[in-house]
Structures are given as C-alpha cells and as structure tokens.
C-alpha cells in the first residue's frame, strides 16, 4: 500500500499479496511444534544429555578428573591388598572406588572425561530431565550417575566404509614370527 | 423542574465548573484536559435539549480532533508533569482576566436569564437530524459554503507556508 | 417488561458481549497467528486447545501489583485506561446485530460510534503523557499524529455509505444495503478498513507501540489490570471496527434465514473481518511513520474524497 502510494505499484501491491499467500499456505500445513512434556522429543544420536558411571569398570586412576576442564569431578578412592591367590605369591593391591560425583552445575558437556577414560567406564546418556530447584542438588554421587547406564544407547554402528576397528584388523593378522635369535648381541656380549 | 431541567442543570454545571478549572490550574496539560470535560459536557447539554447530532459532531471534531491536535503539541514542547511557574500569568494579568471573564458573564447572563424565563422549562425539541440538514443546506447553505471556502483557503495558505519553510509542500500534519 | 428491566437487560447484555467478544478474538489471534508462523499457539489452559488462555490471562493480570511510576502524574494516569475503554463499550453499544438486536438504537449511530472511537483515542495520549517515560511520551505523539491523520479518512468513508443509505443510523444503513454496494462502495471499504486497523494502532499500523524502538508505547509503564484494560480496549476495537465494516459494507444482518438469523450473519461476517485484520498483522511488516503519514494524506483521504463525490454523484442522479 505504501509503495503503491509511492507509484511503484509493480513492488507494492503484489509484495503484500505474496505476503498473504505464505501465511496462508503455512496456515493449511502441519505446524512444527514439538509438544514436549506430552511427546518425547526426537533426539539425535549421540544425544549429549548427562554422562552415565559404570562404577565396576572404575580403577580410580583419575584421569577424567585430571582432564576435566572445569574440575567438576570428585573422586576419592583407598588402596586395599588383595591376599596373594597362590602360596609364596605376592600381595597385590588394588584402588577401590570411594566416592564418584559429577558437578552438573558446572559441567559444560565436553565429553573428554568420556574419551580419556582407559577403562570405558563412562559414558554419554541422552536423558536430559535431571533439572533442580537448587544448584547444589547437581551434584550427583556415584548411585546416581550408576542409575542412568540403563539410559545408555548401544554403540552406534559404524559407517558402512570406515576401516575396521582396531581389534578386528589385529586379529585378522597372521601371527607374529618367532624372534630371530640375536645372533649379533650375543656375539658382541662374548667379546 | 422536570428530570430535563435537572440534567440541563447538572451539564451546564459541570462544563462551567471545568472550564474555570481549565483557566485556573496551573497544570498545563490538565487545563486540556479539563477542556475536554467542559466540551464534553456542553455535548451533554445539546443532548439534553434533543440536538444529538450536534452534541455527537461536539464530541467528534473537539474532543477527537481539536482538543488531540493541542495535547499534541503540548507534547512537543516541555510541559512538565506538576505545576508550571513559567506559564503562570502575573497577578496583573490575572486579575484582569477575571475582570474580562466577569464582564462576559455578566454580558451573556443579561441577555440569556430573561430569555430562560420565557422559554420555561428545558425541552427536547429543536429540527432534529433530518431538519437540521435540511436547514443547513436550505437556509444556511451560503454562508456555510463560504465558512468552507474559507476553511479551504486556510489549508491551501497552511500548505504554502509549510511548503515555504522546508522547500517542499508535504501534507504533514 | 418495564423500561428499568429493559435498561438493565440491554446494559448486561452489551457488557457480556464487550467482555466475551474481545476474548473470542483474542483467541483467534492466538490460534490463527501461531498456526500462519508453523505453531500451535497456546495447548494447556482449560484442557481443549487452550480455549481459556486469556480467562487465565486475566487472572494472571489481576493479580499483579498496580505500580504507578514516582514520578508520573497519578490521577491522569490512573484514569488513562478507563477513558481509553469505555468509549468502545458506548460505541459497542449503538452498533446493530439485527434490526431489533441492538444495545441503544440511537438515531444517529454513525456519527456516536465515530465520536465514540475519537475520544477513546485521549486515553493513550493520557497514559502516554501522564507515565512520565520518553518512550511513552514518543509513543502517545506517534499514537496521537496517527490518529489525526486516519480519523479523516474513516470518517469521510462512512460518510460516504451514509450518504448513499440517507441516514445516519446503522440499523438503517444495513437495511438500505444492497449487493450492489459492494462494488460501488469499495473504495471507501478499503478505506475504512485501512483507517480502521490504523485507529485501533494494529500492525501494519503499530509505529506508536513499536516495541523494538518504544518497549510498547503509551502504554509502557502500566501493569496489572490496568495494562490488562488497554489490551481489552485494543481487542474491544478490533470487534466494534470489525462489526461497523460488516454492518456498513457487507449488508449485516442480509443474507439466506436473514429473518431469524440475522444477527449470527453479522456476527459471522464481522468475525471474517476480524480475522483478515488478524491475517494483516501476521502477513505484513510495520510501516515507518513518514509512509504512515504519506498513506493517510496522499492516499486514503483523497480516495474517500473521490468516493464520497461518486457516491454523491450516483445518488444525485438516480434520485
């Protein structure tokens, strides 16, 4: 309208008519909204919604908390001795796991506690409603973090052209030849 | 005194009482304001005596067009909410001005109470819509075209002044 | 039925409808706007599609606190909302759904409901002035530069359907209303709806609550019920424009069983203006106030002139 008081009419009054048209069209279609609460979003894979402890695969070696960039794991852990299994061998010791807690409040999702992990026993959940009234209700002890390893999806399936993992290529190798003996080493040592 | 008398009585009250409240406060805005209640109530006693359409055009063209046209320009310029000391006239001026005030009172009263008393009582009654126009474009029809004619040259002589002053004539309010 | 029951009768039933109607097309826009953007609008309040939203919006607005600025001027400001609504009750009031169906059947109901809408317009100059805010105060002076430039052409238009019915009565507007009209008073229909949304400040026309440069306008510093009047008035705007453009233009209560369903023919044509106004805001985007201004003078009102002369003309000669 303004165009064509304008005298542009050719911008004007077709602009405002396509206007119009795509309001209705998107009118007629299905909207986008997700009802939430009513209906499970449809999340990725490889959803990042909270980090799951598989506590039993847990050796203490605190290389997460080391890792972590915002220091939000806490780990507390005390040596035992495990009594030699057979007679005249030696003690051995071993950690046992204390205390695991995550710090959700200040956890930023990056994942390198999963990745650093020797031992796999952390791992990516997607579930996502652990919200609290309080801060410090984010901090969640190993029982907790123990509950969501049900949430844990299988591994994805790797795609279709990557290389084998490095297990299956290792086994696919003929075995190693015996040692060649160190005929030179042995020379030298006589000498 | 019938129920017309009393509403004549009530609306006449009010739209001179507002009217000395808007002569008076020292608000410039509410002086507007009250303004509107005064014309307003003025419209209420065109309605009383029947000439609805005159009360309606009242209300209409003061209340929507004149008295918004004045709060806009009292917009412009800095009319401070409280009272404002700078507009306030001298007591000179005022006393004067109550003196001019009282004069046309008593000027309007004099002609208008004898007349009151050989009318009686308020009626409704007057040419109603139809009538009206008829006179109005019968009678009147004359110096109404040259009221509007000259309403026309005002707005023409309006443009061209505005259109002086910024170089080109723009039809801005 | 005597004529304090009939008075008393009339008055609650004006009220339902000034308190009903507006939330229908408050309603509407929530669903129709959020539908036309790929939404679902509101889903919760009252179980089915969220049909009592606003019932709870209501609530929610009478239980905010009534704050009035330190610094704005209290009585000015606390009267702005009801001077900005009640207007639209009164205009409400004269507006016919059917010959018989009608508030106050005023002989000169045109013009009232014209008066009525012009007054309604000092409440936002109150508010805007009296809040002591600049962007109330740039807000109200956009709101009241707008409102003097389109009042000119909306009431050039409707005299131009009053010249052609030869009356000023709603009630005998519609009743001299023929198909016919809706090609020979087009121009003035487009004129009025234009000036219309631009009175009620409805986007494209919403420069004076531009809220991306005047947080909203006039009506910035209000909250509670009194910010919750402003919006009943916007709404209850929207239905009394929407109503006069169906009574005026579109025949109102004419139509197929006009003779007992007449005033759902008005209703339901109104209710169709009241959604192209809805479609308007969410199609359009927001005019700046040079086009606002350049429309309503270089535009409307010389159309309504051109229509109010051929109008003129036709009665003339085909008296």
Known sequence: MTEAAKGSRAAGIPGLVRGLAATARTLARPTHTSEYPDAPPSLPPRSRGVIALLAENCTSCMLCARECPDWCIYIDSHKETVPATTPGGRDRQRNVLDRFAIDFSLCMYCGICVEVCPFDALFWSPEFEYAELDIRELLHERDRLGQWMATVPPPPALDERSADPAEVSALGKPARAPRAPRQAAAEEGQA | ?173 | MSPAVEVLVRTVAVLAAFLVLPLLVGQTEHKVMAHMQGRLGPMYAGGFHGWAQLVADGVKFAQKEDVTPAAADRPVFRLAPAVGLVPYLVALAAVPLSPGLVGADAPASAVLVLAATAVGILGTLMAGWASANKYSLLGAMRAAAQLLSYELPLVLAVASVCLAAGSLSLTAIAGAWSPWWLLWQLPGAFVFLVAAVAELQRPPFDMPVADSELVFGAYTEYTGLRFAFFLLAEYAGIVLMSLLFAVLYLGGWKGPLSGDLGWLWTLLKGFVVSVLVIWMRVAWPRLREDQLQRLAWLGLVPLALLQLALTGVWVVATA
């Not at chain 2, 009626?123 to 019968?138: D, N, S």
């Open chain 2, 1 to 173: 005194m019938t129920g017309l008398d009393v509403a004549f009585a009530a609306a006449g009250t009010v739209a001179a009482a507002s009217a000395v409240l808007s002569v008076t406060t020292r608000h410039v805005v509410h002086a507007a304001l009250w303004l509107v209640v005064s014309l307003g109530a003025v419209a209420g006693c065109y309605l009383v005596l029947g000439a609805e359409f005159v009360a309606l055009v009242q209300v209409l063209i003061y209340v929507g067009a004149v008295v918004v046209l004045v709060l806009f320009a009292l917009m412009l310029t800095r009319a401070p909410i409280g009272p404002n000391e700078e507009v306030s006239a001298s007591p000179l001026h005022r006393a004067l001005a109550a003196v001019l005030a009282a004069g046309v009172t008593a000027l309007l009263a004099a002609v208008l109470v004898p007349l009151a008393r050989v009318v009686g009582a308020v009626r409704r009654g007057g040419p109603g819509t139809t009538g009206l126009g008829e006179q109005l474009f019968g009678t009147w029809v004359w110096p109404f075209e040259a009221l509007s004619v000259l309403l026309l040259a005002a707005l023409v002589a309006a443009l061209a002044v505005a259109g002086m002053a910024r170089g080109r004539g723009a039809g801005e309010p």
